[in-house]
């Protein structure tokens, strides 16, 4: 069983560590010339937003747990309860982007904050279930790299999963709150994140038509989270057996 994780683990490196195909960097000149459009206003609500969860996610209680790590099951049954958690994680978000991109611009910009806290809550029950004490804050410091990693252009993909796969080594630079308040990029973690999402999201602001966008911009957003953070933890996991 685990040759098979492990076969999983390396088409999906394959995977994210592939360039992105032409027409996907395209339209990234395209979204700069979209974005240059947009009000401040919107651009604002989107940096609070992720600024905001940045630092809920490192000192605050608003995605932890009461239930305790779920220890002395398989990897296999960890996977499992993920996929399960994913599926209801999926279903809420879809209807969060259905209900948001039906109202327009409020509705939309409403939209940010709402999402990254469904995103922030997954993230957290994902540590939960493969072990982790989420009230180190150097486990809150991993759920942020595997945030950046599935949602990220190629050269900052790419320089996170190896800050990922290297986490022993890695984790030594933030061994406190204020080193990571004093030497983390939050201005890249930002930056990185609104560029990957914002043409989807823009588009679930018009009227009518956002609607469709949001529900479906939102469950793949899901979907896209649930596998990295699997994939992240089964990469941990393995690496830890091995000491």
């Known amino acids: ?24 960097r395209a339209a990234k000149r395209i979204q700069q010339q979209i974005n240059d459009r947009i009000p401040e206003k919107v651009h604002n609500v989107v940096t609070n937003s992720i600024r905001n969860m940045v630092k809920a996610t490192l000192t605050g209680t608003e995605f932890t747990t009461k239930k305790p790590p779920v220890l002395g099951v398989s990897l296999e049954e960890r996977d499992a309860l993920l996929i399960e958690r994913k599926a209801a994680y999926k279903k809420t978000a879809m209807a969060e982007g259905a209900g948001t991109g039906a109202g327009g611009i409020l509705w939309g910009l409403a939209d940010f904050p709402l999402l990254l806290g469904i995103k922030m809550r997954f993230l957290f029950e994902a540590a939960r279930i493969y072990g ?11 759920l ?18 190896d800050a990922i796969k290297n986490w022993e080594e890695t984790k030594q630079k933030w061994h406190s709150k204020s080193s990571i308040q004093e030497d983390y990029d939050w201005k890249k973690f930002q930056i990185t994140y609104r560029d990957h999402i914002d043409l989807a999201k823009m588009l679930q602001m018009i009227p009518g038509f956002g609607a469709i966008v949001g529900a479906y911009a939102n469950y793949n ?4 989270l649930g596998e990295t953070a699997m994939n992240c933890y089964r990469l941990r996991t393995l690496q830890e057996r091995r000491g």
Request: net charge negative; glycine share 0%.
């Open 1 to 24: 069983m685990e040759s098979r994780i492990q076969n999983e683990l390396q088409e999906w490196e394959r995977r994210i560590l592939k360039r992105s195909p032409l027409y996907k």
């Open 132 to 142: 982790y004490d989420t009230k180190d804050v150097q486990e809150r410091v991993f």
């Open 144 to 161: 942020l790299h595997v945030f950046l990693l599935a949602f990220s252009s190629d050269d900052v993909r790419r320089e996170t999963y």
């Open 221 to 224: 957003f899901l979907d896209q």
